[in-house]
């Protein structure tokens, strides 16, 4: 067991983190939808794209790599953490992993290199933890595919230019499978923007007989174990970018602390406001640790589901926790929307929702500890 990074990692990881203080710094926290400018330089500099093969327009790096220009990334600026999250753990991992031939050598680069943005259609209005109630319905024509549903709580929805649609193509739950659906497609249309507590914007997506072709299914048949094990990618970035802020959070407080006198001392010199920051920094570590040990052990592919269940409970728990103690040691200036500390706790606040709440990992974690499946379903547990 190493824990040490190569200096290739190092090196990486500093050129995003500069790159971050060069050009994003200025704007971090003033972003009022994505920031496609931002996308372009990561593009340019070869930050997105960085764990889909080079046939493709990638780099074939591992989820390592990405995880190191994530934290680097969002530290500085959590909106251009979107954008890494879009091009290397989201919905783009999906396409790359199942999307046929003609299909990757035409979608990635062009999302790689920042001219279009994909997102996860996977929530419903009767489907958000039951996944498997989603009801959007995908019908084989011929050479084409008809979908016909609703999605809501699209991230960036309002932005995207593609969406991986999470669909059934029959009753069962074995029938789940994804399509890639251009949102200019005729039949597809976005619903009004609307904000999540963070600021970022989301809309619901309605499908009426959406036509694309077939070449656009990810899968048809078992689609949703195997879809779900790409999933945990998703799951990394997320546990990563969460943590990523809270470290932010974390670095502003203790700057703080060091400056900001009471009682004719530095706030650093109360006993009280010490153990805050030693509990703050053993979360922290132990969070991380959890993370990268998945991403780690994923290498190029996939995390292990129970290592990614673990480490993205832990990080979204510690993040929100750490974020929020860190406001309270700037006081009024904490609460004050003048500042970024707000922000960074309702943003931590929301991974414990997105991407599989921190319930429904405790309700996976579970199983892997008893190695038996226990249905949620209003019927007896199974084994
Ligand atoms: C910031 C953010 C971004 C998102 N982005 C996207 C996106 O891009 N694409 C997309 O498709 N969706 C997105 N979502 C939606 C997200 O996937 C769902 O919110 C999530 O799956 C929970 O579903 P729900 O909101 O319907 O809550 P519900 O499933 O109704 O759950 C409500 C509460 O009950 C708990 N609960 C439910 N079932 C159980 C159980 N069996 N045991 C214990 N507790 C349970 C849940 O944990 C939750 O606390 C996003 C959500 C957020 C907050």
């Not at 602390?257 to 010199?269: I, M, S, V, Y």
């Amino acid at each position: 067991m190493d824990f040490e990074f190569t200096p290739e990692q190092k090196a990486l990881r500093e050129s995003a983190s500069r790159l971050a203080r060069d050009k994003f710094a200025a704007t971090a926290f003033t972003h009022d939808d994505f920031p496609w400018a931002n996308l372009a330089a990561l593009a340019e500099a070869g930050f997105t794209g960085l764990t889909i093969p080079e046939e493709f327009g990638g780099q074939g790096a591992s989820l390592l790599d990405a995880l190191l220009v994530m934290e680097a990334v969002s530290e500085v600026c959590p909106h251009s953490g979107d954008a890494v999250q879009a091009t290397n753990f989201g919905a783009i991992r999906q396409i790359a992993t199942f999307g046929s031939d003609d299909l990757r050598r035409d979608l990635l680069p062009r999302l790689i290199a920042g001219e279009g943005l994909v997102s996860a259609g996977m929530s419903e209005p009767g489907a958000g933890s039951a996944l498997t109630e989603l009801k959007t319905r995908a019908e084989i024509d011929g050479d084409h595919v008809v979908l016909n549903g609703q999605k809501v709580w699209n991230s960036h929805g309002p932005e995207a230019t593609h969406v991986v649609v999470w669909c059934r193509f029959g009753p069962s739950s074995r029938d789940i499978g994804a399509v890639v659906v251009p949102t200019d497609t005729p039949g597809f249309t976005k619903g009004a923007p609307e904000r999540y507590m963070s600021g970022e914007r989301h809309c619901a997506l309605f499908l009426d007989n959406v036509r694309v072709p077939r070449t656009h299914v990810l899968a048809e048949r078992d689609g949703l174990s195997r879809m779900m094990t790409i999933f945990g990618i998703e799951r990394m970035g997320n546990a990563v970018r969460s943590l990523a802020l809270a470290q932010s959070a974390f670095d502003r407080a203790v700057e703080h602390a060091k400056t900001r006198q009471q009682f004719g001392r530095d706030l650093c010199e109360f006993q009280g406001i010490q153990w805050k920051f030693a509990d703050m920094k053993v979360q922290l570590d132990a969070a991380r640790l959890l993370v990268y040990r998945a991403v780690v052990n994923a290498g190029d592919g996939a995390p292990l589901r129970a290592e990614a269940q673990i480490a993205k409970l832990h990080a979204n728990e510690t993040a929100f926790k750490v974020a929020n103690d860190a406001l309270q040691v700037f006081g009024a200036a904490g609460y004050s929307t003048e500042y970024p500390m707000e922000y960074l706790v309702r943003r931590t606040r929301g991974w414990m929702i997105a991407g599989g709440s921190v319930e429904m990992m405790r309700n996976k974690i579970a199983e892997s500890i008893f190695d038996r499946r226990f249905s949620q379903r209003a019927t007896r547990a199974t084994a």
